[in-house]
């Protein structure tokens, strides 16, 4: 089955830096990666995704890009804010089925 | 709220007890899937429906555990004789298929004790 890598486990950064997570994947037929935030005590929720036949995609000040080659993918968040302090997941699914998670980052934006 | 809603919130139970949990995907979403999330940890999956039927159960889902979707609405799932590895969040997600995004609910938080 599929397995997601996930690192760092931990981000701290100043506010107004960026912050960059960084996944793997092993299946190669995972064609869908979506990026979940998740905030002490709360559901996770969508923040972007990609799909296999995109190389990058952006919304504001998230980005997320895509390397089937090598079986990689990254979250980048600029101009960080204390708001984006929060538990990120990686995730990859095939054909709109289950999601397998990554192991979660815990980011601190420090004021 | 027209989002996934789980019923309850939280549930405390005693060792070799039965529990039952309930979700409500978004209206109109054939697709519904459970996870289970542990303290500091991914969601892991444990099954999904199309509509009322259920297409795929993970190995982590022992015989103790079952889920219904009979009218491809809402859905149980339910864990018999609990064990203290039971302890975890439960989430439940919708999507609408051919889409891809799933929806999560708030999740049930069930502690064994």
């Known amino acids: 089955g599929e397995n997601v890598e996930q690192h760092p486990s931990t981000l701290s950064v100043q506010e107004g830096d960026s912050a960059v997570i960084k996944c793997t994947y092993s299946?190669?037929?995972?064609?869908?990666f979506p990026w979940y935030k998740q905030e002490l005590g709360k559901r996770p929720q969508l923040i972007i995704d990609?799909?296999?036949?995109?190389g990058e995609k952006k919304d504001q000040r998230i980005a997320v890009t895509l390397n089937k080659t090598a079986k990689h993918f990254s979250l980048h968040i600029t101009e960080t804010q204390p708001e984006d302090s929060a538990v990120y997941f990686c995730a990859a699914s095939k054909d709109y089925q289950k999601v397998t998670f990554g192991t979660g980052t815990k980011l601190q934006v420090i004021p | 709220d027209t989002g996934v809603s789980q019923d309850p919130r939280h549930k405390i139970t005693k060792r070799g007890q039965n529990v039952t949990f309930r979700c409500d995907p978004i209206s109109e979403h054939n697709r519904l899937y459970w996870y289970r999330q542990t303290l500091g940890q991914g969601p892991e999956f444990l099954t999904y429906f199309q509509n009322e039927a259920q297409l795929e159960k993970s190995r982590l889902l022992s015989d103790r555990f079952s889920a219904e979707r009979p009218k491809g609405s809402f859905s149980t799932l339910e864990i018999q004789r609990t064990e203290q590895g039971d302890s975890a969040m439960y989430l439940c997600?919708?999507?609408?298929?051919?889409?891809?995004?799933?929806?999560f609910g708030p999740g049930t938080r069930l502690l064994v004790l």
């Open positions: 997600a919708s999507s609408l298929a051919p889409q891809e995004t799933q929806y």
């Open positions: 990609i799909r296999s036949n995109v």
């Open positions: 299946d190669s037929a995972s064609n869908y």
